[in-house]
């Protein structure tokens, strides 16, 4: 066949009715299409009975966040790429085409397929050179949460963004019906501040941390109504690290691995959960009080962005003024920071090199508040309908200042 052109494909996705990566608020109900926040669906042809796809690797700029933009290498133009989705028993074809200054190939991470078909560069297949376009051809023949990404050169080709996400949807769901059904990856990256090319070399100090290739405040909230059955799918590509994502609010049971279907007996009740790198952990609930609850990597270092890491400790450190301005001459914009602990630096607006993120800087309700990098919402209403902004607390059911009064009728003595 002739190579499929993008408009085919995006006019073939929109009469599939699987285009738009409808933002969290739209979320689409029932059984059936999972959302990717901040991602899109990857656009297919059906030819032949069989489903058709295509990737192209290639460098992009990409987005973090508000003020970091990161020369990524990427499929589809996007960190992570777009999410592969079908349902179980699909043959599907994918077109691979290499417009990277180096040989790449692309293995379906977790799909049972043919060996030749497992893309592991150099072992079951041979690179695929710049410039030109491979295909592969299997069956998806089960459900699950899978992932994509190269097979050659990962340090720096996943080290740059190359990844995505594989969804499969059972022929026959089973189980409880779910409301909402959302999937993030998980992925980091090492940007010193003020530049714009991540080191895919670091084995460690990684700075900009990501689901679904944003940061805090850059991550877009997922929404449910109370009552409704909730579905999030964590698959985690960051070169190094493992994460353990926090759920505020909820008791969840992880129902699922990379694997397939945890068995409902070996399910336990968790707030958080520790995905591995290179893995999947499928987590469902019932979404409970309306509220915004936090959801994120629980590692200090992961819940923050960019400027807040290698600093140094200055927790109680008292830096007297006349040094501090000595300092000052010697090296110009110096400024102590953190002796009272690094609340503080949320707030204030940092000297700052261009393109590099403040460590904390999410606006709130209440201010700001301290949570960067891994950091998503999950935003629960007793009704969704349209955009949905900060939660609105009833009268009465925010912590606050105790009174006097307050503190002395329950035997505290007032500072
Ligand atoms: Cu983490």
């Not at 990737?55 to 499929?75: C, K």
């Not at 996943?158 to 499969?168: A, D, P, T």
């Not at 995905?275 to 609930?285: A, L, M, S, W």
């Not at 923050?304 to 200055?314: I, S």
Request: hydrophobic share 40%.
């Amino acid at each position: 066949m002739s190579g499929p052109n993008r408009r085919e494909f995006f006019a073939a996705a929109a009469g599939g009715a699987v285009l738009g990566a409808a933002p969290a608020a739209g979320a689409p109900r029932g059984r059936g299409r999972v959302v990717t926040p901040d991602g899109e669906p990857l656009p297919w042809r059906a030819v032949g009975g069989v489903k058709v796809f295509h990737l192209v690797a290639a460098p992009a700029m990409h987005e973090v966040v508000d003020g970091l933009r990161i020369h990524a290498w990427a499929y589809n133009g996007r960190v992570p790429g777009p999410t592969l989705e079908a349902t179980e028993g699909d043959r599907c074809r994918i077109y691979v085409t290499n417009r990277l200054p180096e040989a790449t190939s692309v293995h379906w991470h977790g799909v049972l397929l043919p060996n030749g078909m497992d893309g592991v560069g150099g072992l079951t297949q041979p690179p695929i050179p710049p410039g030109a376009t491979f295909r592969y051809e299997f069956t998806f023949d089960r459900a699950g949460t899978f992932l994509y990404h190269p097979h050659i050169d990962e340090m720096t080709q996943v080290g740059l963004g190359m990844m995505g996400l594989i969804v499969v949807h059972p022929r026959r769901p089973t189980g409880p019906r779910v409301d909402r059904d959302y999937a993030l990856l998980l992925a980091e990256f090492l940007v010193p501040a003020g530049q714009s090319r991540p080191e895919p070399q670091a084995p460690s100090d990684f700075n900009v941390l990501t689901i679904n290739g944003r940061a805090y405040p850059g991550t877009t909230p997922m929404v449910a109504q109370s009552g409704e059955r909730v579905r999030i799918r964590i698959g985690n590509l960051s070169p190094m690290d493992h994460h353990p994502i926090h759920l505020h609010g909820h008791v969840f049971e992880v129902v699922a691995t990379n694997g397939g279907p945890v068995p409902p007996a070996a399910r336990v009740p968790e707030t958080t959960v520790l995905v591995p790198v290179g893995d999947v952990r499928t987590i469902e609930f019932v979404a409970g009080e309306p509220g915004d609850w936090a959801m994120h990597c629980h590692m200090t270092h992961h819940m923050m962005n960019q400027m807040g890491h290698a600093r140094p400790a200055m927790v109680g450190a008292h830096i007297p003024d006349e040094l501090e301005a000595r300092l000052r001459r010697l090296v110009p914009g110096y400024m102590t920071m953190g002796t009272s602990g690094m609340a503080e630096m949320g707030a204030m607006q940092m000297p700052a090199p261009e393109n590099s993120v403040a460590m904390k800087v999410a606006p709130g309700p209440f201010g700001h508040f301290d949570l960067g990098g891994m950091t998503t919402l999950l935003k629960v209403r007793a009704r969704v309908d349209g955009e949905v902004g900060w939660y609105e607390h009833p009268a009465g059911t925010v912590a606050r200042a105790a009174t006097a009064e307050e503190l002395r009728a329950d035997g505290i003595e007032p500072e």
